[in-house]
C-alpha cells in the first residue's frame, strides 16, 4: 500500500508523548535536541486548531498538518514586533517567562534539520518561502538573513500589480518544490496580500505490507444516515496492533510504512466522530499507544485521492493570534518602508491511499487466545487518520474523513 501526503505546511513534534520506538539505531541522536521541549506545545496547539476547524467545517473532509502553521507563524514572529509577536508566540501556547524566543527558534531549526536529514526511509521534501509585493515593500536584511538561518526560507520578490502573474509563480514554485504534487495553491485566493506565506511538505510512504490489487472491490460507504457512496475498498489480513476503546467510542489499528512511519485508523462508532475528536489530547494518544494489542485483523480501506484548501485566517484568530489578518499588526521588523495591512496563510493538502506496499502481508505468530477470533476493522463510514513520523516522533498528518469521493 502506497500512503502519499502532500501539504503546504510543515511538522508536528511529538517526541517524548508516545512509547512508539524508532526502528533506526541512529535514531539515539536526536532524543536530546532542543526540539523536545517544543513537543508539549506543539500537540496542544496542533489539536486545538484541529478541533477548531472541524468545527467549522463540520460535514467537510478535513487533513492538516498542524505543526507547519506552528513553525510558519514562529518564523513569521521573526519579523513581528511589541504586540505583534507577544500574540503570535502566546497564540501557538508558548509560555515566553518559560522559554525564549531564541529557544524557540533553535527548537524549530533542530526539529527542521532533523526532519530533512534523517534516514527514515521517506521519501520527504520540505520547505517554505514568503512572496512579497516588490512595488510597495523591501525586506530587512537581518529579517531575510533570519529566516534563512533558522527556517531555510526563501524570500521572494514578486510583481503583486501583476497578480495573474504572481499566482502563477507562486503556484509553479510549489508545483516544483513538491515534485507536481501540489498545483494550484492559489486557486481559491480571490486578491493579492502584501504578503504571502506558502510553507509545502511532500511526503511519500511506502507500507511495509501491500494490499493486494486483486482483492479491492466495491463497497458502500455510509456518509451519514442517507447519503451512500460506492468506493474501491482494499482488504487485507495482518497481524496487527488493534483497540477497542473502551473510554471513547471508537476503534483503531496501527499500520506501518518502510521506514519509521506509523499510522493510525481510528473508526469512530456511528454518530460519535465529533465526541471522539473532541477526545483527542496528548494523553489520548499515549493511551491509545500503550493500550493496543497485536491481532489478526481483517482490514479494509478505501482507495482515495482528496485534496483540500484553507485560509487559517478565521481559525488563528479565534485562537488568540487576530492581529495578523488585521490592520493592527506590527511587522516593523520585516519592511520599515511601508506597514504590512494584512496577510495571508494559505493550506493545500493532497491524500493518496493507495495499495501498494513492499510485499505482502505475513501474519506474525500470536497466542492462542488472540488468534481464536479475528476482528474485522471495515472504514466504512466516517473516520481519522494520524501519521506519525517514529524517528523525530512527529505528527505529520490529522485528518477527518467524512466522504473519501
Known amino acids: 500500500m502506497q500512503f502519499t501526503l502532500c501539504t503546504c505546511l510543515l511538522w508536528l513534534s511529538t517526541s517524548g508523548l508516545w512509547t512508539i520506538q524508532a526502528q533506526d539505531p541512529s535514531a539515539t541522536v536526536s532524543t536530546n535536541g532542543p526540539h523536545r521541549d517544543l513537543a508539549p506545545t506543539n500537540v496542544d496547539f496542533a489539536f486545538n486548531l484541529y478541533q477548531r476547524l472541524v468545527a467549522s467545517t463540520p460535514d467537510k473532509n478535513v487533513f492538516i498538518s498542524p505543526v507547519s502553521i506552528s513553525m510558519t507563524l514562529a518564523m513569521l514572529s521573526l519579523g ?21 524566543k531564541t529557544e524557540i527558534h533553535q527548537g524549530f531549526q533542530h526539529l527542521h534539520r532533523l526532519l530533512g536529514e534523517s534516514d527514515t526511509g521517506l521519501d520527504m521534501t520540505m520547505g517554505n518561502a514568503l512572496f512579497f509585493d516588490q512595488s510597495r515593500l523591501e525586506l530587512l536584511e537581518k529579517f531575510s538573513a533570519d529566516i534563512k538561518h533558522y527556517y531555510e526560507s526563501e524570500a521572494l520578490a514578486t510583481d503583486f500589480k501583476d497578480w495573474d502573474g504572481a499566482s502563477r509563480k507562486i503556484n509553479k514554485y510549489v508545483e516544483n518544490k513538491t515534485k507536481g504534487k501540489i498545483k494550484n495553491i492559489l486557486s481559491d485566493l480571490g486578491s493579492p496580500a502584501s504578503l504571502i506565506l506558502v510553507d509545502y511538505v511532500f511526503f511519500k510512504g511506502i507500507w511495509s505490507y501491500a494490499f493486494d490489487p486483486e482483492n479491492i472491490r466495491d463497497m458502500d460507504f455510509h456518509v451519514s444516515d442517507t447519503v451512500t457512496v460506492r468506493v474501491p475498498m482494499m482488504f487485507q489480513t495482518s497481524t496487527i496492533n488493534y483497540l477497542h476503546d473502551t473510554e471513547l467510542p471508537c476503534r483503531l489499528v496501527q499500520l506501518d510504512y518502510v521506514g519509521n512511519g506509523t499510522v493510525f485508523l481510528v473508526l469512530p462508532e456511528p454518530g460519535h466522530i465529533d465526541t471522539v475528536i473532541a477526545g483527542l489530547s496528548r494523553d489520548t494518544v499515549e493511551r491509545w499507544a500503550k493500550s493496543m494489542t497485536y491481532h489478526l485483523v481483517n482490514v479494509y480501506i478505501p482507495k482515495m485521492s482528496i485534496s483540500g484548501t484553507y485560509d487559517m485566517g478565521g481559525v488563528l484568530a479565534e485562537m488568540g493570534i487576530p492581529d495578523l489578518f488585521t490592520n493592527q499588526t506590527n511587522f516593523s521588523g520585516i519592511t520599515q518602508v511601508a506597514p504590512l495591512e494584512r496577510s495571508k496563510v494559505i493550506h493545500k493538502a493532497v491524500l493518496h491511499l493507495k495499495e501498494k506496499g513492499l510485499k505482502l502481508p505475513v501474519p506474525k505468530k500470536v497466542t492462542k487466545n488472540l488468534a481464536t477470533k479475528s476482528p474485522t476493522f471495515i472504514l466504512n463510514h466516517p473516520f481519522l487518520i494520524l501519521v506519525f513520523d517514529d524517528f523525530t516522533w512527529s505528527s505529520l498528518l490529522l485528518g477527518k474523513i467524512m466522504n473519501p469521493i
Open 80 to 100: 513581528a514586533s511589541g504586540h505583534t509577536q507577544t500574540q503570535l508566540l502566546q497564540g501557538l501556547g508558548f509560555n515566553l517567562t518559560q522559554t525564549s
